[in-house]
């Protein structure tokens, strides 16, 4: 260690002509020097060293002070201090058993940093600092010492996740200070508050109705995004995000996002404000009538599905109905995810265009060529075709004709004479049957078939020729009714016998005199191939048999008489038929 006395002797010796009041004055300055260092002062000193272990430094006392080369050493080992630097230290001891100052730099640091929190506290001043940590009931902060941010003075608004704030910097207001207990609360929602107080007198001096204004989305909800414009928030619906369609305002934005908006509505005295985005830009509607007149081809995106078609995208803000009847030429389509997906791209034409009320109508099938029209050359009426049974109703069958287009065979047009109760009791699914086209209605969308007209009418010559008026046949009762019996003369051709043709006595209810599945002989007595009716008598019937047996003569012309008649119930035939049979008995008889 260096003396000050010797310093001063030395410096008198190479300074011989120095006067004796000037070494009194430059002592006397010294010492009021040394006076002003105390234990516990902060005092300015000079590096005048530095070694392995210990920082020399000069505070101008008698004596050298000493650091511990640790308070300039950095978290790498890195010793961040040279000679020459000049360092504020704190006082701790003017000489210790070693005859040396001891100093240090950290608690000088810490004891500044107190003055400057205390003066920023008693000021209203800012502080700045780096969250280093999660605590109880808020945030750690380091502004030269440990300070607490409660988690209320976070932010303007409650923070959810505090712990995505460590390692961010801010600036903050002391709003309470206790040196002694060493408590610093601080509070960065105060000093946004002031801020926000500032920009809100100028942008309330700014806001009015169709101005355009930037903003930063602040908050998302189900129904739109609170924007700040400065001081001030304004809601920016849903609706007036975009003249197409959202789902949720977090397809578009997230908190954060700066953005320029349109103020729809001010209302200076509540300050709630309107926004709108989609009006800056034009309404696409005003072009839809030149740009989408009917027939023209477009592609879009499906946006939506509901139960009666699915919603196209066009462009955003116009969007067509694609309806169910409209995805397909040929296939019944129970709902439309079967051909479409949300999402999806696909081509459309447009149907129908209503300015008016925002409506487009779209085709999906119009694309594609109408398999219908091309079916009339394909399948010429009267053609035959051969398919399978794709479907029984009660009103006849449908056969398959090629994908997605069935022909119906109405069960009127499935037999000429044969009544079918119901088409299950001769056809089954899957069944390969033959028909005739008969009718294809393209605008409808109908094709019918006749499988009765592979064959001719029976009516038209065939039973005019068997069943002449006054034949004599054999029948069964099928059916009875209070005006008659319906008789079977063959499967599928039936005559009435009227309840006046039943009997010559006279006949209230046929019931009494007959019954089904009764065999008996009818005689034809009218035929109407238009109307498809045949007219039956028992009573003329049995006239002409008791006529034949009364002509016959003895009891062997009688039997002889008896078997002809019977053959006749059998085979069916005239009265022409019976008496040449007769004849013929006769003279086999003779």
Not at 4 to 27: G, H, K
Not at 237 to 250: F, L, Q
Not at 331 to 348: C, M, T, Y
């Amino acid at each position: 260690m260096t003396d000050i006395t010797e310093n001063t002797s030395n410096s008198l010796s190479s300074v011989p002509m120095m006067e004796e009041e000037d070494f009194a004055s430059l002592l006397q300055e010294r010492e009021e020097e040394e006076s002003k260092i105390k234990e516990g002062a902060i005092v300015q000193g000079t590096v005048i060293a530095v070694t392995k272990d210990k920082v020399i430094v000069d505070i101008k006392f008698k004596s050298e002070g000493h650091i511990d080369v640790r308070e300039f050493t950095s978290l790498d080992g890195e010793v961040q201090v040279a000679p020459g630097a000049v360092v504020d230290v704190l006082v701790e001891m003017l000489e210790d058993g070693e005859g040396s100052c001891r100093l240090s730099k950290e608690k000088a640091d810490k004891l500044k940093v107190w003055e400057d929190i205390s003066k920023a506290c008693e000021e209203d001043q800012v502080v700045e600092g780096s969250i280093v940590a999660r605590v109880k009931g808020g945030l750690s902060v380091d502004i030269g010492v440990k300070a607490f941010l409660p988690g209320s003075q976070v932010d303007l608004r409650p923070v959810r996740n505090l712990d995505k704030l460590i390692g961010l910097t801010y600036k903050f207001k002391v709003i309470k200070f206790n040196k002694k207990r060493n408590n610093i609360v601080l509070s960065r929602r105060a000093l946004l508050e002031e801020e926000r107080a500032t920009l809100k007198k100028d942008t309330l001096d700014r806001l009015k109705e169709g101005e355009l204004m930037d903003g930063v989305i602040k908050n998302i909800t189900d129904y739109g995004a609170f924007v700040d414009l400065g001081g001030i928030d304004g809601l920016l619906h849903i609706t007036d995000m975009s003249w197409g369609r959202i789902n949720h305002p977090s397809e578009r934005f997230k908190v954060g996002d700066e953005i320029k908006v349109k103020v729809l509505k001010f209302d200076a005295n509540t300050e709630r404000v309107s926004l709108g985005l989609k009006q800056i830009t034009e309404d696409p509607w005003t072009q839809a009538a030149g740009k989408y007149p009917p027939n023209t081809r477009i592609s879009g995106r499906v946006v939506s599905l509901t139960d009666y078609g699915a919603f196209i995208e066009i462009e955003e803000g116009i969007e067509g109905l694609v309806h169910i009847s409209e995805m397909s030429w040929t296939k019944r389509i129970k709902h439309p995810s079967k051909v479409v997906n949300v999402g999806d791209i696909v081509e459309a034409v447009v149907l129908d265009l209503d300015v008016d009320n925002r409506r487009i109508s779209l085709g999906m099938k119009q694309v594609e060529a109408n398999p219908w029209s091309l079916l009339r050359e394909k399948y010429p009426l009267y053609s035959r075709i051969v398919g399978n049974v794709r479907n029984i109703t009660d009103f006849g069958i449908f056969v398959g004709i090629e994908d997605g287009i069935d022909g119906l065979v109405h069960i009127s047009d499935i037999s000429w004479t044969h009544r079918v109760k119901h088409p299950s009791e001769i056809f089954e699914l899957g069944q390969e049957v033959e028909a005739v086209v008969t009718n294809i209605d393209e605008d409808n969308q109908r094709f019918s078939l006749s499988i009765k007209e592979l064959t001719s009418d029976p009516w038209e010559e065939r039973i005019p020729e068997r069943y002449r008026p006054g034949s004599i046949w054999p029948g069964t009762v099928k059916k009875l009714t209070d005006f008659g019996a319906f008789v079977e003369l063959e499967k599928g051709i039936e005559g009435l016998v009227h309840v006046s043709e039943i009997s010559d006595d006279h006949i209230k209810n046929p019931r009494d005199v007959l019954e089904d599945g009764q065999d008996v002989a009818v005689k034809v007595i009218s035929l109407d191939p238009d109307k498809r009716q045949i007219g039956l008598s028992i009573r003329s019937a049995d006239d002409d048999t008791s006529s034949y047996m009364m002509e016959a003569q003895g009891q062997e012309a009688s039997t002889n008489l008896g078997a002809q008649l019977s053959a006749l119930l059998k085979t069916g035939g005239d009265e022409g038929d019976a008496q040449e049979q007769g004849e013929a008995s006769e003279s086999s008889d003779s």
